[in-house]
């Protein structure tokens, strides 16, 4: 029997393009930008301008220019944007394209402290942590230090605990990152630790000692590492004469630390081509530094400037209200979009009465415009944070309009708000093990034997929180436990006396849980202003039943199915996002909401400026996700006050001036004589609606 034959598949070529004029397909401030020659090249892209077609067009401009493909080294921050511009790269120029070198800056740096890291003492077989297990090791650390329990510390009191794990990393990473010294991170974002810097570097210094005898490498470590070898003057400029040519996609994301090898990797030859929106730099909280794109031509003396305005996305009268809006900033580059789309109506300013009027607002129109054709998937509503779209997502969920949120968990979700839930649900069906289960393991030094041991001595006497005095738990938790069964005894009291007041009932439950919430996270603002907005949205039930109900019908997990689209057997629901998850992305129609001072921009916004500056472009991101329609809106009152009192006074915010307003139309939901319609009088004469029903088919 003769040997098998083995198959070997030929190579797939693909083939170049079919000749073609590359420069027909750009518009003229597009071929500028790809037909420059040598040198540092800032590309000022503004938002639906085109971007990735101009630097992939720049690519083959390169490439026919006779630069080695291999020579060509393209940035960007995601791994998805990367290979889809490595991919558009090879359908224009062909399989040259396939040599072009390309990535994120961490897979870059990772590819190259593979083949240089052992000239800079970095074993080549070293092991990547992920954010998890760098958290993980730095609370080996933490503990190895006595650090694990802040009782330890000799003189301070038992309640001022040290920084959980999570903080610890947070922090390092942004100082690696951002260069500030850990004494300005604390003092500014952490203050309640900022007596313990040294106990910090004491974490750190172990930390990083830790990673070296075990060959580990963090993720903020792959670009402080290629840093560090660019920084050899051997070393580095090997690494850096391997490109001819840099080029970076979203410059204005970048920070001090990838600013710094980008000087390292151009320092012979200065071939660096940036392309970026000072108008949508927005993540200063994870490190980007808004001067880097600002100070470029300052720090690459000889820059070619090319602005990027004509807009492919938006209709004029969006772009002339974020043009508008952006025109504000105190520092730009001068730029103002435009349109050779015809039509398209001016945005909608919005006002309602309150959060439920708003709420009632986007679910309409959004249902009137899906009638129209324009599926849920092409509608999006962005928020400035998470827990603005509380009200929302009910309301969505109690109409059955299948949504999936970006940014965040869904409010349901959220492992505190189902804590609080888990107390109400209790307090009204005591014989809930499930709840009883979630609640004690809430307390400190109490886990799953415990739990099970407590739940027991309650099932014991009648399901009564009388009964937890029959159970002995872990010193932590003694006095929780007595906190626990008073208030849950008062609460079953004060229902027996009277209707509960279900607002008031959360609020004596969060006397107890914000304080556990408090010792379970160090930033716990955003939780709070979650459970602040349950208990606004709970006080519109009538009671406990009504509200445990009302979601009980449509569960969390019910809700996520419904996000999936499975109601309608289509991938067909509209986009809840933050306005910081909608950068890069764009839809039909735009809702805008909470776009009120304290809001949008947040409150703790107002006393920094570089911060209301962030706020504003986080704004000009939101409008300009837009293709036909926009709709800015704003509740006039709020009941109750997130900052604590019966009833405020929403101010709109206040990047919305007479200017930007001039551009938009303004629109009052409902007509203006109901809105200022007191309320009916109670009627004088007894009303009996079931014996006018008798009376109708009485003989």
């Known amino acids: 029997m003769s040997a098998p034959r083995v198959y070997v598949p030929r190579p797939r070529a693909v083939a170049a393009p079919a000749a073609r004029d590359l420069a027909a397909e750009l518009n003229p401030a597009q071929r500028e930008a790809a037909e420059h020659g040598d040198g540092p090249l800032l590309v000022i892209a503004g938002a639906g301008t085109g971007k990735t077609r101009t630097l992939i067009h720049r690519v083959a401009h390169l490439l026919a220019r006779g630069v080695p493909a291999e020579r060509v080294l393209l940035l960007t921050f995601t791994r998805r944007a990367a290979q889809e511009m490595l991919a558009r790269v090879e359908r224009l120029v062909g399989s040259e394209g396939r040599r072009v070198h390309g990535g994120t800056f961490h897979a870059t740096a990772h590819r190259l402290l593979r083949r240089f890291g052992e000239s800079a003492g970095i074993a080549r077989d070293f092991t990547i942590m992920d954010q998890g297990d760098a958290e993980d090791l730095m609370q080996l650390s933490r503990a190895a230090l006595g650090l694990g329990d802040a009782r330890r510390r000799a003189g301070d009191p038992p309640t001022k605990r040290f920084a959980k794990k999570e903080t610890l990393h947070a922090v390092y990473s942004r100082h690696v990152n951002t260069g500030l010294e850990l004494e300005h991170i604390l003092g500014r974002d952490y203050p309640q630790f900022a007596e313990r810097v040294d106990d910090f570097k004491r974490v750190y210094a172990d930390y990083v000692t830790r990673k070296a005898q075990r060959n580990l490498v963090d993720y903020d470590d792959l670009l402080l590492f290629w840093a560090g070898m660019l920084d050899a003057p051997e070393l580095g400029a090997a690494i850096a004469g391997l490109y001819d040519h840099v080029l970076v996609d979203e410059y204005q994301d970048t920070n001090v630390l990838q600013a710094r090898v980008l000087r390292g990797m151009t320092r012979h030859h200065r071939n660096l081509t940036v392309v970026g929106d000072d108008a949508q730099s927005i993540y200063a909280f994870r490190g980007a530094h808004f001067r880097n794109i600002l100070d470029f031509p300052q720090q690459y003396p000889g820059t070619r400037m090319v602005t990027l305005e004509q807009n492919y996305r938006s209709t004029q009268p969006i772009l002339d209200t974020s043009n508008e809006l952006i025109s504000r900033a105190e520092e730009r580059f001068s730029k103002r979009l435009w349109t050779d789309r015809v039509g398209g109506e001016k945005p909608w300013l919005v006002s309602a009465r309150d959060e439920g009027e708003q709420t009632r607002f986007v679910v309409d129109r959004v249902l009137e415009l899906h009638e129209e054709g324009v599926p849920l998937r092409e509608m999006a509503v962005l928020f400035r944070a998470g827990y603005l779209s509380a009200d929302l997502e009910i309301e969505l969920t109690a109409r059955n309009v299948p949504y999936e949120k970006w940014g965040g968990l869904k409010f349901l979700e959220a492992a505190h708000v189902k804590d609080v839930l888990a107390f109400l649900r209790v307090l009204e069906n005591p014989r809930d093990e499930v709840s009883w289960y979630r609640l004690l393991l809430l307390l400190p030094g109490v886990g799953d034997v415990g739990a099970r041991a407590a739940i027991d001595a309650v099932g014991g006497a009648g399901w009564e929180a009388a009964g937890l005095s029959k159970w002995t738990p872990p010193p932590k938790a003694r006095e929780w436990v007595g906190r626990l069964a008073a208030m849950l005894g008062e609460l079953t009291r004060a229902v027996r006396r009277a209707t509960p007041d279900l607002g008031a009932e959360i609020g004596m439950i969060r006397r107890m849980y914000d304080a556990l919430l408090r010792e379970r996270y160090d930033n716990p603002e955003a939780r709070l202003a979650d459970l602040e907005q349950l208990q606004t949205i709970a006080a519109g039930y009538p009671d406990r039943a009504a509200f445990l109900s009302a ?117 009052v939901v409902g007509s203006a004589g109901a809105e200022a319609a007191p309320p009916p009088p109670p009627s004088s004469v007894g009303l009996d609606l079931r014996a006018l029903l008798r009376g109708k088919f009485s003989t």
Do not use: C
Not at 611 to 640: F, S, W
């Open 551 to 667: 979601l009980a019908l449509e569960p969390p997990s019910a809700t996520q199915d419904l996000a999936g689209g499975e109601t309608t057997g289509e991938d067909d629901a509209l986009v809840l996002s933050t306005a910081h998850s909608a950068k890069g992305k764009e839809w039909d129609a735009v809702f805008l909401i909470w776009a009120a001072d304290g809001m949008f921009p947040l409150a703790r916004a107002a006393g920094d400026p570089d911060q209301l500056e962030e706020e504003r472009r986080l704004m000009y991101v939101a409008l300009t996700r837009a293709r036909r329609d926009l709709y800015v809106v704003y509740p006039m009152n709020a009941y109750p006050s997130r900052i604590g009192a019966d009833y405020s006074m929403d101010q709109l915010t206040r990047f919305l001036d007479r200017g930007v307003r001039a551009t938009m139309q303004r629109v």
